[in-house]
């Protein structure tokens, strides 16, 4: 499955984006579609996931309760919305999909398709 991240920007601290992520060639069913990013000079970290049927969500403690994840069946996408965003958020935001199940929501081994990346630049 190829994947296309989008809706990245530049915005003020405590603004708001949300970034988009279609998949071509085939629908996210049976997968898990998980948001990752990394900031510049760092590692690529976990940001949330959703699983496409059955919706579990996870999310780092980091954007708990700022970010939410949805699904348009129809338009075969996620969505991650992003509220009260802070400098700390400014990276390239990727997403991904794989299998795990819940648990390893957040292990980055266990995706195997990545999309192109998406930058959201946070200013202060």
């Known amino acids: 499955v190829q994947l296309q991240a989008s809706g990245g920007g530049l915005v003020q601290a405590e603004g708001s984006l949300r970034l988009s992520c279609a998949a071509s060639?085939?629908?996210?069913?049976?997968?898990?579609v998980g948001w990752y990013r990394q900031a510049p000079g760092q590692e690529r970290e976990f940001v949330a996931a959703v699983r496409w049927s059955g919706g579990n969500t996870k999310f780092a403690d980091s954007v708990m309760g700022r970010f939410t994840i949805s699904r348009d069946y129809a338009k075969n996408t996620v969505y991650l919305q992003m509220n009260s965003l802070k400098p700390e958020d400014t990276a390239v935001y990727y997403c991904a999909t794989g299998r795990p199940i819940y648990s390893a929501f957040d292990q980055t081994a266990l995706y195997g398709a990545w999309g192109q990346g998406t930058l959201v630049t946070v200013s202060s």
């Open positions: 060639e085939r629908s996210f069913s049976g997968y898990v």
